[in-house]
């Protein structure tokens, strides 16, 4: 190998210094350490100036995770660690089972809590838990669009129970074909030979679906209803002119989609509250798609703008039930366009009747309370109503300082919209109670405040819902309790709107 000049020079040269240059000792390095060292690469680590044990902090690390939610903390104001000292199982179990039907301000509550993001307890298995408690009671609800992104961000294919919500809510939205795709990559993810079938099938790959069902056959591994449902999906031409299918009870998604697939669709009424959301689709006729949207909008599930945009859509085909409600509102909105008081104090009389009938006042008041709250009456019932539809909006606080003649409750209600109830006369036992929640410094159980100091506040509020429909229901103490708790960490405005919703509502 050839060496060129210089660089054989530099070698030389270098060898030369350090046969000039005695080496340092230990002591000497240490002392007079040379200035071109590469950087101290070795450090002793600080000695201590006691003999204590010195403080050491410990942080698990699931509260390191990202936290898990559609709706950021900052937006909700509630702590990505509300869930992180409660138990998990009994976290999923008020949270399956806590009830919010027949109280719009409850429900949003809930929403709130599902979808805010949010670290699950500590421990190793225990953010399934969690998600799984949310997913089921987000599908319970109808709110399928949020289950499908709240699987999507966790991870649909981290787990068999996963991919199950994840598929089914696809199902119920007509987003299948991407769940179908992770199903036909990872066929662990599901041991349904039903779904397998279907997904094959959905993607074009008719021959191995065949096979596929051959086997199912052969093994008898489903059920001959499954079986026969899936012979007509696959060959739906060897069954021309047969009898229809028997309705099957208790349905799943793939089962409805399935029977919608062969031209025998199942109607959703009876079914569980998610299917309505299949009727939002195109494939549904326009009166299956208004009853869904009620049916969804009701529990909160479905924005009350989604619901008027199908009320507007064209004029009404007919009369009676649905078409008296479409007509009712496309007639108020007329009026309301119209600029006419004595008109819009009509047609609000006509709608509230129809809203009410299905349950829709606090979506109907939410719609239109912003401009009904420029449209006072001089009709003294329409005054009072048009009022009271702005004590359930969100401008109830803007409405109470402007209170109109009417009943002798009307008082306390604005009183109670300024979060002072206890400053207007109370008109029954039921406003007795609410008031007490609103005073100074009431007292909260002690099970709730032992959550609170424990740094359980998702359970706490989870009680204090549980309280408050105790209370709806005539226990009158838990109203008191469940509404100074709601205060307590906080949720003011859930109190106030909580309260209201109830005595407006139940005397509506």
Known sequence: MLIRPALLALLLTGTAHAQTSEPLSVIDWLTNPPENLPGTVLLEPPVTQTGLQP????????SLSPPLGLVSSSVTGLPVSMWQGSDPARLAELIRSVPVKANPALQRLLFTLLLSEARPPSGPETKDVLLMARLDRLIQLGAADPVQSLVQLAGPTDSQSRFKQWFDATLLTGDEDRSCSALIAQPNLSRDYAAQIFCRARRGDWASAALTLEAAHALDVLPPEELALLDRFLSPELFEGAEYLPVPQDPDPLTFRMFEAIGERLPTAPLPRAFANADLRD?????????????????????????????T????????????RVAAVQKFEKALQSGDRSEVAKRLMDVWDQMHSVGLEVPFAELFAKELSNLPMKDAEAENLRWRILLLSELYEEAARSVPEGPDENPFLAALA???????????????????????????????????????????ILESMILFDHGARGNLVDLTAAIAAFRRVGLEDTARRAALHLMILNGA
């Open 283 to 311: 494939v549904a006729g326009w009166k299956a798609q208004i009853e869904a949207a009620e049916r969804l909008t009701r529990i909160g599930a479905l924005t009350p703008n989604q619901l008027l945009g199908l009320y």
């Open 313 to 324: 859509e064209r004029s009404p085909a007919a009369s009676g039930a649905v078409w008296d």
């Open 418 to 460: 300024m979060g002072d109830p206890g400053s207007a006369q109370s008109p029954s036992p039921l406003a007795d109670a609410i008031a007490e929640g609103f005073a100074w410094s009431p007292p909260i159980p002690s099970d709730i405040d032992a959550m609170l100091h424990n740094s359980q506040l998702g359970e706490a």
């Open 55 to 62: 403080d050491v902090q410990v942080t698990p690390l699931e």
